[in-house]
């Protein structure tokens, strides 16, 4: 290794050493721990090879090395493990082992962040042992976890599962001394007190969460209700509910919360209609009330008013904020209206949505996807899901076809964000003292694909889709790269996942084919396949007007290997010496493909009076290297 602290080498060991045998492993962990002592990954994978082969006596010996070295959570839920396993078979003697293994790691980690697991997993240990030790570690426990309700709530549970309700709620009371807010440790106290039929001290809790009325919140006062429907009738029940809605932070879930109470329960729809019309003049502008009203209406069979509640809501809605009522009120009629009055209303709709700029125009003219809507029911569809996913794809193309898209000017050059993939708003006028990452350059992240460090300096290659590689599919755009994804059928995709891994630094394409042009290219031929090679070499090599097609001439190289074509063969001999080319058809006498090769090799024409090649990489007529520049 050329540097022996390389991270990233050091992870190429250590995957390496998962999959060889544990003898040819050892001194690959050797050499890692050696270099890397204090790292609780490679010593916790180093255990587990011994773990699953059961060498104990070497288990035992690593973990003496490493576990005072390495404070750290999964290391030691490791060790752990490996105590239980040994002492499982052992009876009350291997119960005391594995005791004091626990006491042993929570002695060390116990007061860390991550050893909440680690204390439970004790708990649910010490369970199948002696009470008054299994209290000792509920008080050892929350001196750590003070501010945790679920370890209250654990703890209070246990008690009253084991028959001692009087010590369930003193631990309750315990808990809310530590944590006064918490609404929910509240909630489970009133529920222990109501189970055991002590119903003043619950309505004491709930009356604690309601204060003094000003700042309760709107699931306090339904759960009130509920408390004094279930314990005190429905009077009392009613009667709160008149002086809740009288509250600043009474909602509008409170008034449907009564409503089906009093239809579901109480059996008296006229009420739960009166809460119902008697809400409406207060919460008009909420969307959910409505459509809660309207499935309340849908169970009386009330098609009438759910039209009428529908179109007066619609009126009095702002556009931006009835989507999901003019959603409901389309699938209402898909359902139960007839053909008139269905296509009435999705056409509706979608002026309406239209206006308030929620969709695309392009996506609101007629398509199957509104045939689709209207002839499913439940999961059942009249097309194949393919069909669906197809539609979903021209759906989001055509709502994101004329996003705009916004250039920010960053540090390292010109970036394009796509707010419609990536949902993030910028400013106009972005601060030239912050750095902005530049997503052109950014890979679509693979599970599969392994990171290899490469060479400094040198970009990897990936084998996922770059930017630059979806601009050139897209047609010269720099979209984003998930734009494509989502823009590609689902063939190309499965294509593209499927190509092999390339890894290592990427190659200049000029290069490339630079040494391509020159070098003698093989065909697998036989026969006359030598003779043109040998021609091509000393022949004239396609010149810029063959590339782009122009009869054009252009000023030949002097004192190269390029030959005018007074000095060619004339006669038959140059047909014969045609023939044969056409005959073998190497690679190298084939035209070049109109690609990025061509472009750069005609802007070189244009931009330079006297072709004499690149300082980089060659010349584009003869291939080889040149120290000239003009």
């Known amino acids: 290794m050329a540097d022996k602290y390389s991270v990233e080498a050091a992870e190429?060991?250590?995957?390496?050493?998962?999959?060889?045998?544990?003898?040819?492993?050892?001194?690959?962990?050797?050499?890692?721990?050696?270099?890397?002592?204090?790292?609780?990954?490679?010593?916790?994978?180093?255990?587990?090879a011994h773990m699953a082969v059961n060498n104990d006596d070497a288990t035992k010996q690593i973990f003496s090395r490493c576990l005072l070295n390495c404070l750290q959570i999964p290391l030691w839920?490791?060790?752990?493990?490996?105590?239980?396993?040994?002492?499982?078979?052992?009876?009350?003697?291997?119960q005391e082992e594995t005791r004091k293994a626990y006491d042993f790691m929570l002695g060390y980690v116990g007061a860390d962040i991550a050893s909440g697991p680690v204390w439970m997993e004790y708990i649910m240990f010490l369970k199948s042992m002696p009470n008054n030790f299994l209290i000792f570690v509920h008080f050892q426990?929350?001196?750590?976890?003070?501010?945790?309700?679920?370890?209250?709530?654990?703890?209070?549970?246990?008690?009253?599962?084991?028959?001692?309700?009087?010590?369930?709620?003193?631990?309750?009371?315990?808990?809310?001394?530590?944590?006064?807010?918490s609404e929910v440790l509240k909630y489970a106290f009133a529920e222990l007190e109501e189970s055991r039929g002590a119903i003043q001290p619950a309505k004491k809790v709930y009356e604690s969460l309601l204060g003094d009325g000003v700042n309760a919140t709107a699931l306090s006062h339904i759960q009130y209700i509920r408390f004094l429907r279930r314990t005190e009738g429905v009077e009392a029940a009613r009667k709160y509910f008149l002086d809740a809605r009288k509250s600043p932070n009474c909602t509008y879930h409170v008034y449907v919360a009564y409503a089906m109470m009093a239809f579901c329960l109480d059996k008296d729809p006229k009420i739960a209609h009166n809460v119902f019309e008697a809400g409406l003049k207060r919460f008009m502008h909420e969307p959910g009330y409505i459509l809660e009203y309207a499935d309340f209406l849908s169970r009386l069979n009330d098609d009438r008013n759910i039209r009428a509640l529908f179109e007066r809501a619609l009126s009095s809605l702002p556009p931006e904020e009835s989507v999901e009522v003019w959603k409901r009120f389309t699938q209402f009629e898909q359902t139960y209206g007839d053909l008139a009055s269905m296509l009435k209303v999705e056409q509706r709709r979608k002026e309406a949505l239209a206006r308030a700029g929620e969709e695309n125009q392009s996506a609101l003219e007629s398509s199957l996807q509104d045939v689709i809507s209207r002839y499913s029911f439940m999961d059942l569809w009249p097309c194949s899901s393919k069909d669906l996913d197809h539609l979903a794809r021209q759906e989001w193309l055509s709502n994101n076809?004329?996003?705009?898209?916004?250039?920010?000017?960053?540090?390292?050059?010109?970036?394009?964000?796509?707010?419609?993939?990536?949902?993030?708003?910028?400013?106009?006028?972005?601060?030239?003292?912050?750095?902005y990452p530049d997503t052109s350059r950014m890979l679509i992240y693979d599970p599969r694909q392994k990171s290899v460090p490469s060479a400094p300096g040198l970009p990897a290659v990936s084998s996922t889709v770059t930017a630059s590689s979806v601009a050139l599919i897209g047609g010269?755009?720099?979209?984003?790269?998930?734009?494509?994804?989502?823009?590609?059928?689902?063939?190309?995709?499965?294509?593209?996942?499927?190509?092999?891994?390339?890894?290592?630094?990427?190659?200049d394409v000029d290069f490339v084919l630079s040494v391509c042009l020159q070098s003698n290219i093989p065909t697998g031929q036989t026969g006359k396949s030598a003779t043109p090679s040998i021609q091509l070499q000393t022949g004239p090599a396609p010149c810029t007007s063959d590339l782009s097609g122009s009869s054009k001439p252009h000023p030949v190289q002097s004192g190269s290997s390029f030959?005018?074509?007074?000095?060619?063969?004339?006669g038959k001999k140059r047909d014969?010496?045609?023939?044969?080319?056409?005959?073998?058809?190497?690679?190298?006498?084939?035209?070049?493909?109109?690609?990025?090769?061509?472009?750069?090799?005609?802007?070189?024409?244009?931009?330079?009076?006297?072709?004499?090649?690149?300082?980089?990489?060659?010349s584009a007529f003869s291939g080889e290297l040149s120290g000239s520049t003009g």
């Open 576 to 618: 014969r010496d045609r023939q044969d080319d056409d005959e073998t058809s190497t690679v190298q006498s084939q035209p070049l493909p109109r690609d990025m090769f061509k472009i750069r090799q005609l802007r070189k024409a244009r931009g330079v009076a006297s072709q004499t090649g690149s300082t980089s990489y060659g």
């Open 77 to 94: 839920r490791c060790y752990i493990r490996f105590i239980r396993k040994v002492n499982e078979k052992k009876g009350v003697e291997g």
């Open 476 to 507: 010269g755009t720099t979209n984003a790269p998930n734009e494509f994804l989502k823009a590609t059928p689902p063939a190309l995709l499965a294509f593209i996942a499927n190509l092999p891994v390339v890894e290592g630094p990427s190659p």
């Open 401 to 435: 076809v004329n996003k705009k898209i916004e250039r920010s000017a960053l540090a390292n050059g010109a970036v394009i964000l796509d707010k419609g993939s990536s949902g993030m708003t910028t400013n106009s006028n972005p601060s030239a003292k912050v750095v």
């Open 12 to 48: 190429i060991l250590a995957n390496e050493a998962l999959r060889l045998p544990l003898s040819e492993a050892v001194p690959i962990y050797e050499q890692l721990l050696a270099t890397f002592p204090t790292a609780a990954k490679y010593w916790k994978q180093y255990v587990e």
């Open 141 to 181: 426990c929350l001196m750590y976890l003070y501010h945790y309700p679920d370890i209250w709530y654990d703890y209070a549970t246990w008690h009253a599962k084991s028959g001692s309700v009087d010590s369930a709620i003193k631990v309750f009371h315990r808990a809310l001394k530590a944590l006064p807010d």
């Open 563 to 570: 030959k005018t074509t007074r000095d060619r063969q004339p």
